[in-house]
């Protein structure tokens, strides 16, 4: 596909944005051919999780092509429904988690924040740079920052639009691991193809009953957990872990 590679890893498909000559900024047809992959991803039994990733060390994505933009106009690039890349707006049932591999800034910086774990190189730097341009990062990511980060901290990110490295993106809650730049790749592969030897049933319905539950007071969330339980306690899953512990075993789910 224009500008992206898609590669099989097992039960995992590992997407990398192709154009490192444009900082891996996202064209109209890279950004559909992002929302396609995703959609195939979706739709396939075997895969268990996607992760996403760039080309290169200097730059995960810069967001919009602002060249093909000065050309066409801006916001080819956003999918209706889905938002920008098939990304910041879409409703999945897999897990995404990015591999930032360099600079996230602008819709770049949005992809990893609608991302469910984000691995960063220690070089790597993030942040929404809109403003520079005149824009600011409406398709998700300041109402992940508003939601996410404290007031002060994501208003200046806001309204400067200065980057902040990914050490100090981990300090605050958005970054899962910071790894050396050439372990980044292997590094992450490795922890989701851990993570897909638990039920995959149990990591999307934990995935679910969390992005639910930040909507809601704690009394709806807990309400909502309980009508979940019983056919939780009941799955085929959950008889096999209970099982595997008993029997001092690994468990075997059958997913995939």
Known sequence: MAGLKIEREGAVVVLTIDREEARNALDAATSH???TAITEAEADDSVGAMIVTGTGERAFCAGMDLKEAARIGAGHGLIPGRGFGGITE???????????????????????MACDMVFAAAHAHMGVSEVKRGLFAFAGGIQRLAQQVP???ALAMIMTGELLPARRLYELGIVTEVVPGEQLRQHTLDVVQSMLENSWQAI???????ELSTGMDIDQALAVGNAWGKATLDSTASREGVAAYAEKRGARFGDG
């Open 33 to 35: 051919a992002l929302d």
């Open 90 to 112: 879409r409703k999945r049932t897999k897990p995404l988690i990015a591999a930032i591999n360099g600079t996230a800034v602008a819709g770049g910086f949005e992809i990893m």
């Open 151 to 153: 007031r002060a901290t």
């Open 204 to 210: 999307n319905n934990g995935r679910h009953l969390y």
